[in-house]
C-alpha cells in the first residue's frame, strides 16, 4: 500500500511494482485505487476532485511461497520502503478454463 505521489525509478511506485512483477514472471498484480485512507502516521490520504497524487493504492499478489520470496529479495534490493500484509491463501482455478491469447 502506498500512495499515488510515490515514485521509484522515475514512475509511480505502484505501477513500477506491477511492471515489476511481469519482469520477475509473477502470474499477476492488481493495481487498486482507494478513496482515503490513513497510514501509521495517522495522517489521512485522500483522492481529491482535481489532485490525485495522495490518493491511497493498492497493489495485490496471489503468489506462491516461493514466489513471494522470489518478490521480497528483490524488493529488499531496492532503495524504497513499503507497508505489506501477507497472509497464506490458496489459489487456482475452477470451470472450464479459455484457451489463453496469443
Do not use: N
Not at 514472471?25 to 490513513?38: D, P
Not at 495517522?42 to 489532485?51: D, I, R, V
Not at 518478490?71 to 470451470?95: C, H, N, S, T
Amino acid at each position: 500500500m502506498t500512495q499515488q505521489s510515490r515514485h521509484h525509478q522515475g514512475h509511480p511506485l505502484a505501477e513500477w511494482l506491477v511492471e515489476l512483477a511481469k519482469e520477475l514472471g509473477l502470474r499477476g498484480a492488481t493495481l487498486s485505487s482507494g478513496i482515503e485512507g490513513f497510514g501509521h502516521t495517522g495522517k489521512l490520504h485522500s483522492a481529491h476532485f482535481f489532485e490525485l497524487a495522495d490518493q491511497p493504492v493498492e497493489v495485490r499478489f496471489a503468489l506462491t511461497e516461493d514466489e513471494c520470496a522470489q518478490l521480497f529479495e528483490r524488493l529488499e534490493q531496492e532503495d524504497i520502503a513499503l507497508f505489506y500484509i501477507k497472509k497464506p491463501i490458496e489459489l487456482g482455478f475452477v470451470g472450464k478454463l479459455a484457451e489463453p491469447s496469443a
